[in-house]
């Protein structure tokens, strides 16, 4: 009987296939990065031929998963004389379906890496819900469109292949089985095709875990350089989807766990100098500052993806912010503050409500909304009136139920604006969001009530709609929508400036988080969450502060120009009146904290410390984990696992909670 060596062969060929398509793939990822990747390595075949045996060795995990019930449904067809031509349909089309996700994981991760610098994982989730237009950040980015096509002509061929594999080189169709189902096998034979599936379904097994030893691979397996982009070359992107996804479903990963919970409350109190407020938390603490609140309105911008790498200021060539470094120049700026993550909503949660990143997850989302005191609540309390402007549909990352819940009287978003304005599916570009928001504006200040205006603008975000006036051939989209942002922020500021409330105005500018500008230099580099911040009003002596900040000292900074007494629970400082010792910030699983001289990071997801040496003139040097590093760790773990037992026990407001 041939027909169980044939159908043996058939699913063996499928695999082979699909392990070369998937290294295809990665080759394509690899020349996608290889100018993130220092030449002392590409000038070694070694470290680069190790991430490609890694990649195929996570592949290989991955296939197997695919073909364990193929594997035991053929087998059982060997063992029992069933052979049926739907048999082999159905297997086509399992294995079509289930690769076309690989594919697309695959094609996917390519421009996300580029973006993040991360791969594709579980905050992606973040997004679904936001079906058109996630859709449409995807489509209406011309350069993804290369990554797209290459999806759909990989999943095409291999369902194409997959066809002539099972009708022309196996002929495992109707007629095809008729010939190789005779003679029937005798039970010595039966036995022979057991003993052959059991030893390929242990081996399938065997694939599955990815090795030999008590537990199965994890994504530390691939790191084996000390370059971050030749490691996450080694790991297959959905392999990291799925495990990242069902991580964060375990019970034990819904809560950070960096350290003992009363312990890091402990430190935090020595390093935030603060003994707490029975019924509050144990770090609140009142804030009165000396002589009247002032009563200035306050203009709040977070600017989209505003790195500080794109300014000139920090050393950027191609003059692309003239605006904001001449603003930089006439405010009270800080040369070294960094945003909490690398997400939108964590920079809007952290600059308002002064609580960090807690890595990945997104504290604004939920259906039961948090309650959260900061600067809107603040402000409002003191008789202000709140106001927030976005681009994009007010229901995006739940931004309408959180802010109005926290702060914020009135929401202005995609909803209203006439639908010829919006260019998107991110809503409307800077200048009209600027645009609409001035008369707005206008209206409050006449009404003689100081009001609180957060605007967040959204351009510089693919996809990058630019403008004619803007496109220059000598510059990359992702440039070209950073002059235009800029030059919206120009606009607005002319504006302003001849209206008579802007003399009694506090204007802030900062960005919500960075992004990848250049190469990525270290495991988490600095373009991502170095950001510029500076406030601007008459009256308020210009000055570069070189001190570190952070998007979690923003509001109080503002409430002490203010000279706002309030309540204060939450993590951040007056950088007028105090000093942090080092920046800490985050990206998805990764955690920071950096000073003048050094760079520490650690991996959440697979417990490994990166420590670098810092030096002006050249990149970030890996070296030794030293004292330095233990007390940068000391810093950061204790302010972050202090904040992730606040949220959980819901110690986020200014006012005693009510047991329940």
């Known amino acids: 009987m041939k027909f169980f060596p044939k159908a043996l062969s058939y699913l063996l060929s499928v695999h082979l296939l699909a392990l070369v398509f998937l290294s295809l793939f990665r080759l394509v990822f690899y ?23 890694m990649g195929l060795w996570f592949d290989n995990v991955i296939a197997c998963y695919i073909m364990a019930l193929p594997l035991l449904g053929v087998g059982l067809a060997g063992i029992f004389h069933y052979g049926r031509a739907w048999i082999f349909r159905a297997l086509n089309i399992w294995f079509c379906v289930f690769y076309t996700l690989v594919f697309m994981a695959f094609a996917g991760n ?7 610098s991360k791969l594709l994982n579980a905050s992606i989730w973040n997004w679904a819900e936001y079906g058109t237009t996630t859709l449409g950040m995807i489509f209406g980015e011309a350069s993804y469109y290369a990554y797209i096509a290459a999806f759909f002509i990989s999943a095409t061929t291999f369902a194409t292949l997959l066809y002539l594999l099972r009708t022309r080189v196996f002929r ?5 089985l008729a010939l190789l189902m005779r003679p029937r096998p005798t039970w010595i034979q039966r036995t022979g095709y057991f003993v052959v599936f059991a030893l390929l379904g242990g081996a399938c097994f065997l694939g599955i875990r990815g090795r030999l030893g ?21 790991v297959n992107p959905m392999f990291n989807l799925l495990t990242s996804t069902l991580d964060n479903l375990r019970p034990e990963n819904q809560q950070l766990h960096l350290m003992d919970a009363q312990q890091a409350i402990a430190r935090s109190q020595q390093l935030l100098g603060r003994t707490g407020i029975t019924g509050i938390s144990p770090i609140a603490r009142q804030v009165r500052p000396e002589g009247e ?14 790195s500080a790498k794109l300014m000139t200021r920090f050393g950027n060539p191609k003059q692309l912010t003239p605006a904001l470094d001449s603003l930089y120049q006439h405010s009270l700026s800080f040369s070294n503050c960094y945003s909490a993550g690398n997400h939108t909503n964590h920079g809007l949660y952290a600059t308002l409500y002064s609580f960090p990143s807690i890595l990945f997850r997104n504290a604004m989302k939920g259906t039961v909304i948090p309650t959260y005191s900061g600067l809107p609540t603040v402000l409002r309390e003191q008789g202000y009136s709140t106001l927030f402007f976005m681009t994009h549909e007010s229901q995006y990352d739940n931004m309408n139920a959180f802010f109005r819940t926290n702060g914020y009287e009135e929401i202005y978003a995609q909803e209203n604006y006439p639908k010829k304005e919006v260019v998107n599916h991110f809503g409307v570009p800077d200048a009209y969001l600027f645009e609409y928001a001035l008369p707005v504006l206008n209206r409050h200040a006449a009404s003689g009530k100081p009001f609180f205006a957060t605007l967040l603008t959204i351009s510089n975000h693919p996809p990058y709609v630019v403008p004619k006036k803007y496109q220059d051939e000598n510059l990359l989209p992702e440039e070209q929508i950073v002059r235009y942002a800029d030059d919206c922020i120009r606009q607005f500021m002319s504006e302003v400036r001849r209206q008579p409330w802007a003399k009694n105005t506090l204007f802030v500018f900062l960005g919500d988080h960075g992004k990848l500008v250049g190469t990525a230099d270290c495991e988490l580099p600095e373009s991502f969450n170095h950001i510029p911040l500076f406030f601007h009003a008459d009256g308020l002596t210009p000055r570069e502060v070189n001190h570190f900040a952070g998007q979690v000292d923003v509001a ?19 950088l007028l009146k105090e000093r942090r010792p080092a920046a800490f910030y985050t990206a998805d699983k990764t955690i920071a904290a950096r000073d003048s001289s050094h760079l520490y990071v650690y991996n959440a997801e697979t417990t490994q410390e990166y420590c670098y040496q810092l030096d002006k003139e050249t990149s970030p040097r890996q070296v030794p984990f030293t004292p330095c590093f233990k007390q940068l ?28």
């Open 633 to 660: 760790k000391q810093y950061v773990f204790p302010l972050l696992q202090t904040a992730e037992q606040l949220v959980q026990e819901g110690l986020t407001v200014d006012h005693p909670q009510t047991q329940q």
């Open 31 to 53: 020349f996608s990065v290889k100018s993130s990747i220092p030449t002392e390595y590409l000038q070694q075949s070694l470290p680069v031929a190790k991430s490609f045996l």
């Open 214 to 234: 008590y537990n199965p691979i994890k994504v530390s397996a691939a790191y084996h350089s000390t370059n971050t982009v030749l490691n996450n070359l080694g």
């Open 110 to 116: 390519i421009p996300y890496f580029a973006y993040f």
């Open 172 to 176: 495992l169709t109707r007629q095809g």
């Open 556 to 574: 109080p900074t503002i409430l002490g120009l203010l000279r706002i007494p309030y309540t204060q629970n939450n993590f951040g400082i007056d």
């Open 293 to 306: 609140p002032t009563r200035q309105n306050v203009v709040l911008v977070l600017m989209e993806s505003l």
